[in-house]
Structures are given as structure tokens and as C-alpha cells.
Nanobody, 125 residues
Framework: QVHLEESGGGLVQTGDSLRLSCAFSERTFSSYSMGWFRQAPGKEREFVAAASWHGGATYYADSVKGRFTISRDNDKRTVDLQMNSLKPEDTAVYYC??????????????????WGQGTQVTVSS
């Protein structure tokens, strides 16, 4: 059973940066594509960023492209989300997710097998 644990959330001001980290429990980490999703109050969960298990490809939602960077460390079994130039509309609970051996459609939440409990990010104006 894969266990994912997010950390790094908090309260920041507009324009600040924050780095989220997700720890993956199993040695099979390198075979999983990893994604970050977020859910704001009253809204549906939405895709933020993903890192493929193969080839190093990364993907971003248009709303965060150029501001957020996803990175993975297969040795440490972690995936980070560096968030710069934060805006109030980035306020949400951020979830880490894992999808075994998936290469395509990484923005599609149902493709992910395992999810963390989430970490709150609040950006004040």
C-alpha cells in the first residue's frame, strides 16, 4: 500500500514563494508518475502539475505555467512543487498523487491510484 505524505503548506502573501514536498513510501517510486492537484473551497479538484515516471517529462496547468516547477528525486522518493509568484487564487488544499506506469493524460485525476491527505496553502492579498 502506497503512502503519500505532503508537507510545506502554509500562509503566505501575494508574490511570495512556497515549496511543497511529497514523500512516497515504497521503493517502486521510480515506476510512478507523480502529480499535484489542488482543491479550493467550493470548487472541484484541479490538475496543477505532473512529472512522468519515464523520460523526465513534466506537465503544467496553464494557470501555473511559468510560476510553478515540479521536480522528483527518485533516490529520495520525493516529488516537490516549487511555487513562485503566488496569487490569492492559488489558495487551496494541495494533494500529491501517484499513478503507476502512466505516461499519458497525467492531468486526469482518475488515472491516479494513490493520494495524500493534502496540505493547505493560503495566499493573502
Amino acid at each position: 500500500q502506497v503512502h503519500l505524505e505532503e508537507s510545506g503548506g502554509g500562509l503566505v502573501q501575494t508574490g511570495d514563494s512556497l515549496r511543497l514536498s511529497c514523500a512516497f513510501s515504497e521503493r517502486t517510486f521510480s515506476s510512478y508518475s507523480m502529480g499535484w492537484f489542488r482543491q479550493a473551497p467550493g470548487k472541484e479538484r484541479e490538475f496543477v502539475a505532473a512529472a512522468s515516471w519515464h523520460g523526465g517529462a513534466t506537465y503544467y496547468a496553464d494557470s501555473v505555467k511559468g510560476r510553478f516547477t515540479i521536480s522528483r528525486d527518485n533516490d529520495k522518493r520525493t516529488v516537490d512543487l516549487q511555487m513562485n509568484s503566488l496569487k490569492p487564487e492559488d489558495t487551496a488544499v494541495y494533494y500529491c498523487a501517484a499513478s503507476w506506469a502512466t505516461l499519458d493524460d497525467l492531468e486526469n485525476a482518475p488515472l491516479y491510484d494513490d493520494w495524500g491527505q493534502g496540505t493547505q496553502v493560503t495566499v493573502s492579498s
